[in-house]
Antibody, heavy 122, light 107 residues
């Protein structure tokens, strides 16, 4: 059974860098084409995809946020780390990580973590 | 970026009603379209993948259809546990994008 859990700070100050960690279990990055994505949701608003990374280290980023985002994985720790620089109050949101199931070019976020709420405020 | 437009943004229905939610893509995405259900305070849950495939464990009252730019999620007979917000998501082209959501409430 695949499970994911997000961890990171609850509160960050404007201009600081956010570092979030997604710890996964039930699958290994050393296996086939497996991936983890990050999605966020501001309070009362819609979901927004941020980035994802696959077992072959293929990475993709949101067009509007790519200058501020870095995604990486630590296979030995079964973790995926997302950093977002220059945080602003508009980045206040619940941040989710999700397992990406792929079949050829097709993909779906089939298992999600519980999410972690991050507030940006001085 | 491909824009995903859902309608309506919210709807009210009664138990047993047939509920239909639509999602329109700004360009042809074939059937690269997923649907998610999100209950208040919970993470989203995958319901439908590739436009019409029902995820394992999802009740059969949920169905999806469409291709190209126009898609539909249907709940054949609304149940109390279906009160949630529903999102479509395209996976045809990066960046991946979600619709704005449709909130389903009780009438």
């Amino acid at each position: 059974q695949v499970t994911l859990k997000e961890s990171g700070p609850v509160l960050v100050k404007p201009t600081e860098t956010l570092t979030l960690t997604c710890t996964v279990s039930g699958f290994s990055f050393s296996n086939a084409r497996l991936g983890v994505g990050w999605i966020r949701q501001p309070p009362g608003k819609a979901l927004e995809w941020l980035a994802h990374i696959f077992s072959n280290d293929e990475k993709s980023y949101s067009t509007s946020l790519q200058a501020r985002l870095t995604i990486s994985k630590d296979t030995s720790k079964s973790q995926v780390v997302l950093t977002m620089t220059n945080m602003d109050p508009v980045d206040t949101a619940t941040y989710y990580c999700s397992h990406i199931r792929t079949t050829g070019r097709r993909s779906a976020f089939d298992t999600w973590g519980q999410g972690t709420m991050v507030t940006v405020s001085s | 970026d491909i824009q995903m437009t859902q309608s309506p943004s919210s709807l009210s229905a009664s138990v047993g009603d047939r509920v239909t939610i639509t999602c329109q893509a700004s360009q042809d995405i074939s059937n690269y379209l997923n649907w998610y259900q999100q209950k208040p305070g919970r993470a989203p849950k995958l319901l439908i993948y590739d436009a019409f495939n029902v995820e394992v464990g999802v009740p059969s009252r949920f169905s999806g259809s469409g291709s190209g730019t126009d898609f539909t999620l249907t709940i054949s007979r609304l149940q109390a546990e279906d009160i949630a917000t529903y999102y479509c998501q395209q996976h045809d082209t990066l960046p991946l994008t979600f619709g704005g959501g449709t909130k389903v409430e009780f009438k």
